[in-house]
Nanobody, 120 residues
Framework: QVQLEESGGGLVQAGGSLRLSCAAS????????MGWYRQAPGNQRDLVAS???????VYADSVKGRFTISRDNAKNTVYLQMNSLTSEDTGVYLC??????WGVGPFTYWGQGTQVTVSS
């Protein structure tokens, strides 16, 4: 099992910055990609950014050039640096981990989510 602990959300003014962190802990799984989804009220859950264990990254078009995802493999922690925030970035940010559960197979773990609110 893998547990995810998120931190770093909050309230920020438009144009400001926030840094999200998500630490994975536990045993019995090998971690591959990690990343963040965003869910705004009434909207579906959309991918914001992801990063593979080898460092390859994917970003939503709406955050390219403003957000940077990184990870520390030794700590099984993924970070999301968010700059030039706008009200469109408001939502619950959910950390996820794609892993291989030994003896089970591919599995996706989810964090509880952290609220990001950008005031205009």
């Amino acid at each position: 099992q893998v547990q995810l602990e998120e931190s770093g959300g909050g309230l920020v003014q438009a144009g400001g910055s926030l840094r999200l962190s998500c630490a994975a802990s536990g045993s019995g799984s090998s971690v591959d990609s990690m990343g963040w989804y965003r869910q705004a009220p009434g909207n579906q859950r959309d991918l914001v950014a992801s990063i593979r264990s080898g460092g390859g990254t994917v970003y939503a078009d709406s955050v390219k050039g403003r957000f940077t995802i990184s990870r520390d493999n030794a700590k099984n922690t993924v970070y999301l640096q968010m700059n030039s925030l706008t009200s469109e970035d408001t939502g619950v940010y959910l950390c996820y981990v794609n892993a291989y559960r030994w003896g089970v197979g591919p599995f996706t773990y989810w964090g509880q989510g952290t609220q990001v609110t950008v005031s205009s």
